[in-house]
DNA sequence: ACGCAAAATAAACAGTCGTTTGTTTATTGT
DNA sequence: ACAATAAACAAACGACTGTTTATTTTGCGT
């Protein structure tokens, strides 16, 4: 550390890092099956049953990927998080171990469905057509990504914001948590593409799936810029409108000439 | 502040706030010549007539660039900074005013001339045919963006890579200084492609454009992805190759049929 | 030669950072 | 009923945050 200038925040923490109490996840019990409850007692709260209000666990996640998605990993302190969620401090230790455990949990909980309807669909389009059809790929990656942020259910648009910025950040962690969720799911798409596209060579269909990576990133990231430009006439945040633009516009792309 | 959890990572100061010693932009003398030299004495440099090693001011903003770029606004410390720049700390507040006020003096000094050179090479591609061809309109909107990075005489890649990071981010300070540096620039070309298109709606042009930022920011950013997607194979540091495989992919994407 | 402003410095300021500690309460298995 | 454990809590830890202060050294105009 002294020999120049290598880290650029100082580490965090080091002291004796006796490990202590770990959260669940290493636990026996582990499991991490969610009880439902909170009081505003001292200790563990009392189990109320069913159907109350979601455990702590839950609002520590979905505060934090809000938060995660609008300033960005080092943008948020933890007492953000937790003051927001009405939680204790400590909690986050507790459930997750660290704050990259944290983000590392939310990722867990939500690239799977995203790469898993991916493949479905995908699929889907190999059954109608052999070789599918190009916007049916195109689709079939495009789709599960974005209208996840429009859905409720989910965790609204904030995952789909933090995802586009972790995409266009090069920080390890952040690079190695993407790369584990989607490049399989990644490299499937490119060989689907190849395969509908076979007079196009593969070093120009992978710097065309780098320009549509670049597309569906910043339209997820909804930075507000081309609202701005646009008097707001432009909302990338309507996922309807931008699938229906985005998918001719790459198609007409990827069917263009190879540049040899 | 108290009433909910707004402030993320509250504020950083506040005090009395007496302006005190402000930084030169404020001063009399103001008009920021820069001298040139260093000298590990406890007040002013002693000039070295000539060519010496840049300034503080250049070292702190050529360091901030590269850090910035790599870690993000709120990842990096004025520490990092001052400490791989050599200079004293308070030198920011000196030069800047603010870590903010660094952001900007970057800005100031790099987003001007790659404006001058978009507007530059869009005057040249009028001239040459009217209406401009459409490939050299993409062409002279991109080529300043990437090879100003490549180009060892301005701040390299670390500036590309600073932009594309902001680009995507919905911070406020953000935000507004990339619209004050390209707003301006962006809507000349999307009225020039407009022109250049007379079939497309202005409603897909602009959707269009919108792709067309996504994808070059993406480049810019230079995640790694790609990369590892493709074992090296594609690698959008390689300027002359992104710009190759770039405008023809969106030029066939801005030429598709409109999505009415 | 002298004064004054510019430019650099060390040190402190008031917080916030992520993490750890020790303790307390509630639930569960036996 | 009772020990074990899961889940909450307040408080503290040391390091780091951006900013300010007061001081010192130097350069330039007069």
Chains 1, 2 share one sequence.
């Not at 770990?22 to 909170?38: S, Y």
């Not at 120009?204 to 930075?223: K, V």
Request: glycine residues 6%; positive net charge; contains cysteine.
């Amino acid at each position: 550390m002294k020999t120049g200038a290598a880290n650029v925040r100082g580490k965090p923490r080091a002291r004796t890092a006796t490990k202590a109490r770990l959260h669940p996840a290493k636990t026996q019990r582990g499991k991490v099956e969610m009880p439902l409850a909170v009081k505003p007692a001292r200790g563990r709260p009392r189990k109320v049953d069913n159907k109350a209000e979601p455990s702590v666990r839950e609002r520590i996640l979905e505060v934090a990927e809000r938060l995660f998605a609008e300033y960005g990993m080092t943008g948020v302190g933890l007492r953000a998080i937790t003051t927001e969620a009405k939680v204790n401090l400590a909690s986050i230790a507790y459930h997750f171990g660290s704050k990259d455990g944290l983000l590392e949990a939310l990722f867990a909980q939500r690239a799977a469905p995203i790469a898993e309807e991916r493949l479905r669909l995908l699929a889907l389009a190999c059954e109608k057509s052999d070789p599918p059809k190009l916007e049916a790929i195109l689709d079939a990656f495009l789709r599960p990504s974005l209208v996840l942020g429009a859905d409720p259910r989910f965790g609204g648009p904030a995952f789909v914001k933090l995802r586009a910025r972790l995409g266009n950040e090069p920080e390890t962690l952040s690079r190695k948590i993407l790369s584990k969720a989607f490049d399989q799911s990644s490299r499937k798409f490119i060989d689907a593409l190849a395969l509908s596209l076979p007079k196009v060579p593969r070093a120009d269909i992978e710097w065309r799936f780098h320009f549509l990576l670049g597309a569906m990133f910043y339209t997820m990231a909804d930075s507000g810029r081309i609202q701005a430009l646009t008097n707001g006439r432009c909302d990338p945040s309507d996922v309807a409108a931008a699938l229906r633009h985005m998918i001719p516009f790459l198609a007409a792309g990827f069917r263009s000439a190879p540049v040899a």
